[in-house]
C-alpha cells in the first residue's frame, strides 16, 4: 500500500485559528493492483466550505487512460483451412473510402 499523492496543497486540515495548526489528517492508500488497474490515479482536495476538513476526491481518471491490446496474429489462424478465403472475400468486398488507408481502416475492422 502506499500514499495517494496530494494534489492542491499539502494539508487536509485546520483548526480554523487565526494562527492556524494546519496538519496532513486525511489519505488515501491504494495497492499495487489498483494502481496498474488505473494508472492515472490522482487525489484532489477541494476547498473547505463547513467543515475544518477538506474534502478530497479520488479521480481515476479512467476515461482518459488510452490503453489497447496489442494485435497479436497466431500462427494457427494463418494454418487453418479457412483463413485464406475469408481474407480473400473481405478484400474483394468493395466499400466507399477516401484512400487506402481508408479502406485498410475499414477491412480491417470487419468480421
Not at 474483394?92 to 485498410?104: G, H, I, M
Amino acid at each position: 500500500m502506499r500514499d495517494v499523492d496530494l494534489n492542491g496543497g499539502k494539508y487536509t486540515w485546520s483548526n480554523n485559528q487565526l494562527d492556524p495548526t494546519l496538519e496532513r489528517l486525511d489519505r488515501v492508500l491504494m495497492s499495487d493492483k489498483w494502481e496498474k488497474e488505473f494508472p492515472l490515479t490522482n487525489l484532489r482536495k477541494a476547498p473547505r466550505e463547513m467543515s475544518d476538513h477538506n474534502p478530497l476526491m479520488l479521480c481515476t481518471d479512467w476515461e482518459m487512460k488510452k490503453e489497447t491490446r496489442p494485435f497479436c496474429i497466431e500462427t494457427s489462424w494463418i494454418r487453418h483451412h479457412e483463413f485464406l478465403p475469408k481474407v480473400r472475400a473481405i478484400w474483394e468486398e468493395q466499400v466507399l473510402a477516401k484512400d487506402a488507408v481508408e479502406v485498410w481502416g475499414i477491412k480491417s475492422q470487419e468480421n
